[in-house]
């Protein structure tokens, strides 16, 4: 007895069909992508090429010759051809595809670290170490790309698969893990490595997608005659794995991960970054109002921030002026700053005056010299003090007494200060003190305030002499 089909579901089917590609259309894709995905001697002597291309490229930090190498390299087809045999479960183009793209892969790294090694340049470029800390963005891109080349094969007949191919940059990253080998930089080749895997895992999952929607596996109408409507056993985690596309989509989801980390700290990263460039913004903006920053770097080792920047200045820049700037690093960033500065001195003129840096260098013998002894604390107590004062200066604060005690079962000092302020003092000041005694003091550090409000301290003193005035006014007059 035949099924009675549902004729309203004949029409979603018809309707879902609309945009699904002919049976010879699909046929004739397939084939390409088969012949393509061949990796024949053809292929391989298209990698050779394009990863020589791509390594001098990077090398020489030039963009137009790695984007040279990205047009020419054959990596995008095996990796297409595997999303087409996962959506159809053709097992021998997949073995087929998987060999090509881990061949092709492993001879562009040997070979570009063979590259590296013979060529006599040093130094990584700024085109190597841009691919070697990937992030989010990288495999949203890699998504968009994919999608892009899938369609246009589909539909276009791969019209823009050279715009697909720069944007991926499959051939780039697997020459900076060979350079990075080269050049024993293992933590790079790792980044550059997880690019390239998040780039064909990406494009990958989303050429499956596509070629779902072009409808290379939906079965002709007459097969529907033979289908159950109602089977519920052909759900989607079923359908998944029996065409294999749960592995690449659990192997995006994997490598996501760490990208996702990436991303976290590259945005970290650049927060800190804007926050010691406003610092140093405001206090040149007092010590040396011509100054520009002209580069900044900065490494976090063990809770210390060590800077390193460079700005032109018409003023001569004193080591007590490095030690202004970092005191405010410090309260800003909450925790121990190093800095560290090469100052060009330049002259600031115009047509009414001029700023000569160079003036405050010469010998000026009309003025005293006055020697200064920079003092080595070595107490508990001086080391307090000293963090405490130097603090309070960016409060217009006054540190009125202090006490301690060191716990040593717990490895740890508790400090008491009483202070007098004119502004709140807030957690990010403790923190800051926190931070900075614990680097000097080689211990934890707990601290408690006690702040008392110098305007109300100023405005009590005020009102007591009034009453006192008044009193002897009252007693010369009674």
Not at 271 to 289: C, F, H, M, N, Q
Not at 362 to 380: A, G, H, N
Not at 386 to 412: H, I, M, N, P
């Amino acid at each position: 007895m035949e099924p009675v089909l549902d004729p309203q579901h004949l029409a979603d089917v018809k309707q879902k069909r609309r945009y699904q590609l002919k049976g010879d259309v699909r046929d004739k894709i397939t084939k390409k992508i088969q012949a393509d995905s061949q990796p024949d001697t053809y292929y391989y002597i298209m990698v050779v090429l394009s990863c020589s291309v791509a390594t001098y490229g990077l090398l020489s930090n030039s963009t137009a010759v790695i984007i040279g190498a990205m047009l020419i390299a054959p990596l995008m087809n095996p990796i297409l051809g595997g999303g087409l045999a996962l959506i159809t479960g053709n097992n021998y183009l997949l073995k087929v595809t998987i060999k090509a793209e881990l061949i092709g892969a492993f001879i562009a790294i040997v070979l570009s670290t063979l590259l590296t090694l013979l060529l006599p340049v040093s130094g990584l470029t700024p085109e190597i170490l841009a691919r070697t800390e990937p992030t989010l963005i990288d495999l949203i891109i890699a998504l968009a790309s994919g999608a892009a080349g899938t369609y246009a094969i589909c539909y276009r007949s791969g019209a823009t698969l050279p715009g697909v191919a720069i944007a991926t940059a499959l051939m780039p990253p697997l020459c900076v893990v060979g350079i990075s080998l080269a050049k024993q930089e293992y933590q790079l080749a790792g980044g550059a490595l997880l690019l390239f895997i998040a780039n064909m895992i990406a494009i990958n999952v989303i050429a499956i997608v596509i070629f779902k929607f072009a409808g290379f596996t939906t079965p002709s109408i007459s097969n529907y005659l033979n289908l159950d409507i109602n089977n519920e056993r052909n759900t989607l985690f079923s359908r998944l794995v029996e065409n294999k596309i749960i592995y690449p989509v659990t192997l995006l989801l994997l490598v996501s991960i760490p990208l996702v980390i990436l991303l976290n700290s590259s945005i970290e990263g650049d927060r800190k970054e804007k926050t010691i460039r406003s610092a140093l913004d405001e206090g040149l903006s007092v010590l040396a109002p011509d100054a520009k920053i002209i580069s900044l770097h900065f490494v976090e080792k063990e809770g210390t921030f060590l800077i390193d920047t460079e700005f032109n200045s018409a003023q001569v820049i004193l080591p007590e002026d490095i030690r202004k700037l970092e005191n405010s690093l410090e309260y800003k960033l909450t925790a121990p700053v190093q800095l560290s500065a090469d100052i060009a001195i330049i002259q600031k003129v115009n047509n009414e005056g001029s700023t000569d840096g160079y003036k405050s260098l010469l010998p000026q013998p009309e003025k005293e010299v006055v020697e200064v002894i920079e003092t080595q604390t070595s107490t508990p107590e001086e080391i307090i003090e000293q963090v405490v004062t130097e603090k309070l200066q960016l409060f217009s604060g006054k540190l009125t007494d202090f006490s301690f005690e060191y716990q040593r079962g717990t490895g740890t000092y508790k400090l008491l200060l009483k202070i007098n302020s004119e502004k709140t003092l807030d957690e990010k000041f403790i923190k800051t003190i926190e931070g900075i005694l614990e680097d000097k003091l080689k211990r934890k550090v707990s601290v408690t305030l006690q702040t008392t409000d110098t305007t109300q301290n100023k405005n009590d003193t005020e009102e007591q002499q009034e009453r006192t005035e008044k009193d002897e006014t009252k007693k010369e007059n009674g």
